[in-house]
């Protein structure tokens, strides 16, 4: 069976959710190998995650040469992996990093790309969600390697237990892929609460909040879910922008979406219309996000909301 390369997402050697996502749809495709490039003195940990999520082998990179620079020096090291493995398919997380990734990659190795896609089949046929999620499109590489970018949340991490052999793989990384080079990196602030976008529940709230979002976040806590947030709320102010969910903002594909005093306009619901399941809390019956829902709640999202958080705290308790 051949290797399907994935690329470890994570952050000083913890392995972010997405990667175990794309782990289980990799089995579909063949056997797993991850690659992890980092310093190989965190290599351990993440050896262990994958390794329950089903990789059989894992290519430790240590990044001691490259981690100064932006992306090109790790699309460098999968092509000289894709090189040595002839895989079945290179599989990375469809972000801002992934996507250039996988770019550079393919053009290195000759090879198809797709990004952003939300499903793979065993054929490595993939969906993807286009034009403000109005058309679900299925295609498939035809040339090279197929080199897919797949979003968070695509599918439920699934465990089963793999070699996860280790093998360290000595990249040769060009002059030409050192010309942009880090001056500074601070970690965002963390609110504590699971990134907006790899989040398996997210609990919006807009307008109709009228600026108080403590009911949105207190249900976001009892739920251990992200904050999202309509353009209508992030225009007042009352929310970041990097909480904005929408065209214009960032698309979610949560297992569970909560709409709060959202009417669902066309390019707030481009931005989490695949969600698994959609809830909306909203006084007005006649808002167009009913249209879209699972569960409905017509009711004054101030009294809703705190309730359901108790009763879900309750619940836990
Ligand atoms: C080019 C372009 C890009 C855009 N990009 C985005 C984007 O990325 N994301 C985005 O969200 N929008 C975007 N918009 C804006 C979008 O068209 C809507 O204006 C916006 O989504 C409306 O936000 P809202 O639903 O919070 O507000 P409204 O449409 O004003 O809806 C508020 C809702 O709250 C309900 N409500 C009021 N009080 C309560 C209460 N106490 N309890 C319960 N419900 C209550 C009301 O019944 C109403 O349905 C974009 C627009 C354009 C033109």
């Known amino acids: 069976m051949s290797e399907v390369l994935v690329l470890i997402d994570h952050v000083d050697g913890a392995v972010r959710k997405p990667t175990n996502e794309l782990l289980t749809i990799a089995r579909r ?3 797993p190998s991850a690659v992890f490039i980092g310093p190989a003195d965190q290599a351990a940990g993440a050896v262990e995650t994958v390794k329950k999520y089903g990789a059989e082998k894992v290519y430790v990179v240590d990044d001691a040469e490259i981690k100064g620079y932006l992306v090109a020096p790790k699309a460098e090291v999968l092509a000289q992996l894709v090189e040595k493995t002839s895989p079945a398919a290179v599989l990375i997380v469809s972000g ?6 996988g770019a550079r990659l393919a053009v290195k190795t ?75 990196a601070q970690p965002r602030q963390s609110t504590g609460r699971p990134d ?30 992200a904050v999202g947030a309509s353009r209508a709320a992030v225009d007042s102010g009352w929310m970041p922008h990097t909480f904005q969910v929408g065209q214009t903002g960032k698309t979610v594909s949560p297992q569970l979406y909560v709409a709060n005093g959202i009417s669902g306009a066309i390019q707030h619901r481009a931005g989490m219309q695949t969600s698994k ?20 709640v017509v009711g004054d999202l101030h009294a809703v909301l705190p309730a359901l958080a108790d009763a879900v705290e309750a619940r836990k308790n």
């Open 29 to 31: 495709l063949g056997e």
């Open 96 to 101: 801002g990093e992934g996507k250039e990734i």
């Open 110 to 184: 000759s090879s198809g790309l797709i990004t952003d896609a939300v499903d793979v089949t065993a054929e490595g046929v993939t969906t993807q969600s286009v034009f403000a999620g109005n058309y679900s499109v299925t295609s498939k590489v035809t040339k090279g390697t197929p080199i897919i970018a797949i979003k968070p949340n695509s599918a439920s991490p699934e465990e089963t237990a793999g070699a996860g052999t280790v093998e360290e793989f000595a990249a040769t990384i060009s002059d030409a892929a050192k010309t942009a080079q880090i001056v500074a």
């Open 196 to 225: 907006l976008t790899e989040a398996a529940i997210v609990v919006s709230g807009g307008r109709g909040t009228g600026g108080d979002f403590a009911p949105v976040e207190k249900l976001a806590d009892a739920l251990g879910a």
């Open 277 to 296: 399941t959609i809830v909306a809390v909203n006084k007005d019956e006649e808002a167009p996000i009913f249209e879209l829902v699972d569960f409905g």
